[in-house]
């Protein structure tokens, strides 16, 4: 089956420095990539929404300077958390709908638990 | 934007019994599909079920059903003879295109 590679699976960073979190379809390509966090015990909360080679769609309240995501290819897209702060830390998670089965199809990677000090 | 919404932030069964996970939403598109993910404490998303909004056949995965009522906008989760292993967090999904969205989630306990 469809499987969504996303690494690191945790990190820790200092406050202040920047973290990137990959998420990588291994065996179909994805059109559109969707990045979540969650925070303990609450629900995943859509952040941005990216396509293939264009400007990721950030959801309301989201600050697009510090959460950059590039959708560089159609099996890559990345999270970079810029000047985290101890109020980043969170559980982040990616998804990726399959071009092949459109609206059907979403795997999800396996998450990154960013802990900033 | 489309909002999912459930309303049972904790459910218990007991083993081999019947729960249903209740679910409503609120989109004006016609053409979309539902989910419902299972997300045990290791945080990875597992697929329990999936419904397409133009079939109006209920969805059912072994144990796992759907009543989904399109008119009402809902969209609930039956588990049949429940098993300690389905004890997790359950959330429902709402998804299109370029859109996916969770409720809140329900917590199951499943008691032997």
């Known amino acids: 089956g469809a499987v969504v590679s996303q690494h690191p699976s945790w990190v820790i960073c200092k406050s202040g420095t920047s973290v990137k979190i990959e998420c990588r379809s291994l065996?179909?390509?994805?059109?559109?990539m969707f990045w979540y966090r969650q925070f303990p015990k609450q629900s995943l909360m859509l952040m941005a929404t990216?396509?293939?080679?264009?400007?990721?769609?950030?959801e309301q309240g989201v600050e697009k300077d510090k959460f950059l995501i590039n959708h560089a290819s159609l099996t890559l897209s990345t999270l970079t958390v810029t000047s985290a702060h101890p109020e980043d830390s969170s559980f982040y998670i990616c998804?990726?709908?399959?071009?092949?089965?459109?609206?059907?199809?979403?795997?999800f990677g396996s998450g990154t638990r960013l802990t900033v000090v | 934007a489309q909002t999912v919404t459930q309303s049972q932030p904790e459910m218990s069964v007991q083993e081999a019994e019947t729960v249903t996970l209740s679910c409503t939403y609120d989109?004006?598109?016609?053409?979309?599909?539902l989910f419902w993910y299972k997300q045990p404490p290791s945080r990875q998303m597992i697929l329990v079920i999936r419904?397409?909004?133009?079939?109006?056949q209920n969805a059912t995965e072994n144990r796992f059903s759907v009543n989904f009522q399109k008119a009402a906008k809902s969209f609930s989760l039956k588990i049949s003879d429940s098993q300690l292993g389905d004890a997790a967090m359950y959330f429902c999904?709402?998804?299109?295109?370029?859109?996916?969205?969770f409720g809140a989630g329900t917590r199951l306990t499943v008691k032997p």
């Open positions: 999904a709402y998804g299109k295109i370029n859109d996916m969205r």
């Open positions: 998804s990726a709908r399959d071009i092949v089965a459109g609206s059907s199809g979403y795997t």
């Open positions: 990216s396509n293939e080679g264009s400007k990721a769609t950030y």
């Open positions: 419904q397409e909004a133009y079939k109006q």
């Open positions: 989109t004006s598109e016609s053409d979309y599909y």
């Open positions: 065996d179909f390509q994805a059109t559109t």
